[in-house]
């Protein structure tokens, strides 16, 4: 095994104890975006089963065939998602972290209509308000996730957030809580290299870390 190998196995098992020490049952998904797959099949070896990636087409060429093989893997889509690409998402991917729109829910809800199975969501929240970042504005997020539970039947599961890059995330993440007990959703997918121990402090139970492995 290569000395980088090495490394970011060790850089993953003193996170994952990191994490189990805050909060047991907190969810890791392991980033893998730009990441080769010897990388994480060593990960799958050591039993780590929960992985997040980007984008649609990246995943599908990496995770496609091992999938097939592998029905342990749960793999979440964590960036932005375009309606048009709602299909290929809803075949590879078991959580999806980024709906964000009306025509988007829609989507899924006509995909999951004549489809056995069902992927869980999380809405993702504009929590900082800012004009560049996707996510629903705060103050649509009750009619948003009603649109999506009661009308388009989707498994709404948590919410979820990336906090403005330039302030403190701990106001940020303290409020998508309230959000979340607001909105009787039990999940929140927020924390990442940066902040993850903050964010499981203040009640994320999925946070979503790449670099700090695999850097």
Known sequence: ??????????????????????????????????????????????????????????ASEKWKEILKSNKNIQLHLIGKLQSNKAKDAFSLFNFIHTLDN???ANKFYEIEKNAQKKIKFFIQVNIGDEDQKNGIKVDLLKDFVKLCKYDFKLDVIGLMCIPPKDLSPESFFNKMRSLSLENNLKELSMGMSSDYKLAIKCGSTFVRVGSSIFN
């Not at 000395?3 to 196995?9: E, F, G, R, T």
């Not at 080769?36 to 799958?44: G, S, Y």
């Open 102 to 104: 009306e025509k988007l």
């Open 1 to 58: 095994m290569s000395q980088s190998h090495i490394n970011y196995l060790y850089n993953y098992r003193t996170i994952k104890a990191e994490i189990i020490n805050i909060k047991k049952d907190t969810n890791l998904l392991v980033v893998t975006k730009n990441q080769n797959f010897d990388k994480i099949k060593e990960l799958i070896s050591i039993g780590h089963f929960d992985f997040a990636e980007n984008k649609v087409q990246e």
